[in-house]
């Protein structure tokens, strides 16, 4: 074509590219490191499988359909994106073929063909997208005009490159091929055009030209295709649509292991963190830069907010915005952070020398308050943590774990968090539980049961770890005794700690109280490490969560198991029988901590199904995609004023499916739950019973 | 303005309390801050924030209280006393009063703000007795204190029929109820923060007086024994037919427990 033309382009082209990409990640290296790049070939397998695979567009059943579009549109890109080389090339060589992808092999005769097929589906999947946004609305998107820019871009693209395909073919076949044009042609797998019927319909379009108008309409579509194309590749950047330059690095270093990255365990004997406010994240220049990649990534699908116990019950936490607005504000402040960051890197560790670096680094301090101005207070506190946004991310934005940061800035440096956490607090400082009970009350439910105390019997194989409402919450006690009685069934050697356990610190930590946390969790690890318990029996998922994931971080290391995932075992092992005799239908509400963050949701299956002579009905909600309760993440410490109760949403998704009890597996949905029903007066009508209370119940 | 509030380190009434020959079994036992007291350092704290009042804190008692004025320097109290003397283990409130009164008049205070009583004694005697000794106002359970002017304050105190509000003239002490404030938590950093402040440790002698000066040799009251409460038994519980229930109840009120 023109060589000084198709240079121009592809200089200032992939100039401003570069210079944007640049910019953009300088800003991530301005921002706190974290560590993602070890266990590559994990990392590898999750991007071509979350990533290149699009598991989570495609592998949703409830928006499977336009799953399917989204990825038949990537992997259409995916495709083209070797066509748009030798488009490249074309500019310089007549002709121009890639190795081992020209006419002299099948591999280039198939590409052709897939990439003619490719473009047909990608346009029209364009069009089903325009369909959508247009006249279906969907209401989890966000109808921006960047995304009919964007969609129309792709359509200009696949038009341009099927219409100039098509002039080729018609000047080539009708014309007698007056300029020469280049087309496959081998004697073993025949020519170019009988592979891409595409092609050659997007010819029978525009045979009404002359040579001389079919010439200048394949020049024209040459040049819009190239034109557009770096067109649309310096605007990704600048909106919504970087992710198709950042999901596969986002999903590449997502979290390995434990569902999102997990809480720092802050040193809170530095003086110097205290003065220097470096604890959570009060400020942007805190946020990590993987942190950042993940603002840099949301695609504003909508997907976290509509599974958002939150945002369906009318609260202020809308985690599309939350996003966008960290991003822009991340945007707004660049120059300042990355020369914030130039001046952090002088800091020589010396008081004095950096006296003067820290009044210039002051300087960049942005004029809005990360929490207050920029992110408001309602929002940050109305998580549950509930992790059903990150679940569904198809992109794997981790939206929980910067939450919590940003908690902590506030409850740690500021002192700013809801009051009610406040009795909350003071009950755990005195007396290791939220609701304040003497500590020396904490056993008092087991009076009675003969059930050992680690004191008495340290050698016991297991601990049963009662937490804090099983052991002071008059209705969460019943599920205590409940277990009390499957495991003396089941002839389990287990015990207690008694008085010597506390609250194992999750509200306090997920509010942002990493100091009350670290004092609970020290205390406890220093008696489990006493008594050199390695087998830990749960009965809360928040305890069994902080036990497993966040005791490791202060040396407690423990194998600890669920209950209901224990008695499936012991049902498995035949160490307990139980009668199918439980009437009625019966339902599961899968707790957050047992499912999204444990991966559990096989064994209170197994088990509700052994019980139940019905067998098991599915909530419309339910597995990856359970419904929040609304306790967790500390919240069920605090009040909710804002919009309708999640528990009482939740509730009436229950009593919808008309069940007669609703199974959980969680003292904290134990509770909402069956204050929902009251709420809803349909407390008599379903029942809400643990796991092990109905196991317990059914012991044959 | 100056102000100086007291606060009294006290068993936690939380927990099960076991008395054996009447003492108290010291194994289980944890202690904390009055809470009434608690809520004397939020009102002196808030009145610090809203007229840059400086506040002072004073406890007293035998052993370290460390715990409790670090506590109350998260709080965002600026100065304080400990009074740490063996003798004052066993003291009655006069005798705490006149110490209080020391403590006042060696810093000549605008207004001193007490917790209206002590969760382990209940006395509510301290403060009221220190306007005694001091001869300046005194008004208890207050659940509001405006500040009207530099000698001048307005408080409303809970009184039988309503809410009274009294104006005072500084000098003068008042002992505050629960429902003046919440109290903060304090903030993490100002807990961190607070472990550098230092508090202001002396024995009677220090404070420029004896035990036999602020009376404690003479007491006006002492505690003999102490006595575990008798256990509520538990009631009955009817089911059934309520005609036929009332008439066991009231059977019952008559003829076992006769109080009809």
Redesign the interface.
Known sequence: MSPLFMTLLLVVGLGIFARTMYQRILLLMALEPTDRFNRIKDRLKNMVVIALGQKRLVGRKKERASGIMHALIFWGFCVLLIRSITLYGEGYVHGFQLPLLGESSILGYLYIFLKDIMEGVVLIMVIWAFYRRLVVKPPRLHNTWEAYLVLGMIGVLMISDLLYDGARFNLITSYGNPGDLHFFNNPTFGQEFVWTPVTILAGNVISGFSATGMERVMGLMFWIHIITQLTFLNFLPLGKHFHVITSLPNVFLKSLDYPHEKIKLLD?ED?SV?ED?T?GVNHLHQLNWKQGLDLYTCTECGRCKEVCPTYVTDKPLNLHDFNDTLKAELYANADNLILRAKLAKTLTGDEEADAKTKEKIAVFKPEKALVGDVIALDTLWACTTCRACEQVCPVTIEHVPRIIAMRQGQ?????EYP?E??TA??GLE??GNPW??????RADWAEGLDVKLMADHPDAEYLLWVGCAGSFDDRTQKVSKALVKILKAADVDFAILG?EEKCTGDFARRSG???MYQMMATENIEVLNGYSVKKIIAACPHCLNTLKHDYPQMGGHYEVVHHSDFINQLIADGKIRVNKSLAGALTYHDPCYLGRYNDIYDAPRNVLNTLSSQGLNELPRHGTESFCCGAGGGRMWMEETIGSRINVERSREIVDEKADTVAVGCPFCLTMIEDGMKELDKDEQVKTRDIAELVAEHLA | MKILTTVKKVV?V???IHVENGAILEK?L?Y?INAWDENAVEAAVQLKESHKADTTLVSMGSGDNTDIIRKCYAMGIDNAIHIDDPNLAKADSPTFARVLQKVFEAGEYDLVITGKQAQDTDAGQAGIMLAEFLDIPCVSNVIEIKVTDESHIQVSRLGDEGTEIVDLTLPAVVTVSDGIN????????????AKKKKINVMDLAGLGTSFEDVGGTDPKSEIVEFMAMEKRKGGQKFEGDPAEITAKVVDLLVNEAKVL
């Open positions: 809170l003086e205290w406010e604890l409850t740690l440096m500021q002192g009051e956490l406040n607090f003071k005195r007396n304040g009970i003497g500590y020396d009350k008085t109280n990493e100091m | 936690d939380e927990l099960n289980g944890q904390v919440e109290p903060r938590l304090p903030a993490m950093r100002g807990i961190m923060m």
